[in-house]
């Protein structure tokens, strides 16, 4: 069974709205910068589940935000996930504290140097080359990417 989950990168000009995740015990996450999301709750569709969770982490109501694609990760650790990815560039209210970790408005380019998953890498640039939805599995041995497939054609990887 896969866990469904959403991602969501805020953009203010050229930086992004970024999650220091460090204050969760057991965070598969843990220590990585990504985009705030979360899982789904019963009955939710992946725009229900990222406005309550961008409103959660940040404290923002998302005003404008447009559905970017859905990314499988397959790992040999984690349980399988259908993450529906997101970007926003409108929204209402003040930042708040987040209990999953530290907020920070980051610049795109300075995020790339900072601690993240391997294959997040590849949809970040798909987002910046502003790409046509799409379809991204990524494949994971441990916190290796071993195999990366965008909209069905191998991009990265293939080892068994």
Same mark, same amino acid.
């Given at each position: 069974m896969f866990?469904q989950?959403?991602?969501c990168?805020?953009?203010?000009?050229?930086?992004?709205?970024?999650?220091?995740?460090v204050?969760?015990?057991?965070?598969?996450?843990h220590?990585k910068?990504i985009?705030v999301?979360?899982?789904?709750?019963?009955?939710?569709?992946?725009?229900?589940?990222? +406005?309550? !969770?961008?409103?959660?982490?940040?404290g923002?109501?998302?005003?404008? #935000? $447009?559905y970017?694609?859905? @990314?499988?990760? *397959?790992?040999?650790?984690?349980?399988c996930?259908?993450m529906?990815?997101?970007?926003a560039?409108?929204?209402?209210?003040e930042?708040?504290?987040?209990?999953?970790?530290?907020?920070a408005?980051?610049?795109?380019?300075?995020f790339a140097s900072?601690?993240?998953?391997?294959?997040?890498?590849i949809?970040?640039? +798909?987002l !910046?080359q502003?790409a046509?939805?799409?379809?991204?599995?990524?494949? #994971? $041995?441990?916190?290796t990417? @071993?195999?990366? *497939?965008?909209?069905?054609k191998?991009?990265r990887?293939?080892?068994?």
């Amino acid at each position: 069974m896969f866990k469904q989950t959403t991602l969501c990168y805020l953009e203010r000009g050229e930086e992004y709205l970024l999650l220091h995740r460090v204050k969760k015990k057991n965070d598969e996450n843990h220590d990585k910068w990504i985009g705030v999301g979360g899982k789904f709750e019963e009955g939710e569709s992946p725009e229900d589940c990222v +406005l309550r !969770e961008v409103r959660e982490e940040t404290g923002l109501t998302l005003t404008s #935000y $447009r559905y970017r694609g859905i @990314v499988t990760f *397959v790992s040999d650790i984690y349980p399988c996930e259908y993450m529906h990815l997101f970007t926003a560039d409108g929204w209402t209210g003040e930042e708040q504290i987040c209990d999953e970790g530290e907020l920070a408005w980051i610049s795109k380019r300075a995020f790339a140097s900072l601690p993240m998953w391997e294959g997040d890498y590849i949809f970040l640039d +798909l987002l !910046e080359q502003n790409a046509p939805f799409f379809s991204l599995k990524l494949v #994971y $041995r441990g916190e290796t990417l @071993v195999d990366a *497939v965008l909209n069905g054609k191998r991009v990265r990887g293939g080892e068994k």
